[in-house]
């Protein structure tokens, strides 16, 4: 059903951000968490320069008690860590 909504979704809305659609195993799998885990929603996953997750927090935990404060010092902790080094081609 979500697959069909998309197209109107992204019309309608028309996000500055990438959207798309993937199974529900791809999401846990990538999540490296186990099929039964209940989520809440939002999720958050912070990633950092080399595409690691290193952070995720889910929905209804304390860190959402100051959404804000908590999101700015995760990323920010992850800005100031160096980019890494690029492949000579």
Partial sequence: MALQLLPDFIAKFHPA???GYTS???VYDYLKAPSNTPFSVPIYLFI???GMIR???VGGTAFF???DKNTRAVIESLLK???PARKKK
Avoid: G, L
Wanted: proline content about 11%; aromatic content about 6%.
């Fill in 17 to 19: 951000f990438p959207v």
């Fill in 55 to 57: 952070q995720q927090e």
């Fill in 24 to 26: 529900r195993e791809t």
């Fill in 65 to 67: 008690q100051n959404e």
């Fill in 48 to 50: 950092d320069k080399k």
């Fill in 81 to 83: 860590e160096p980019a």
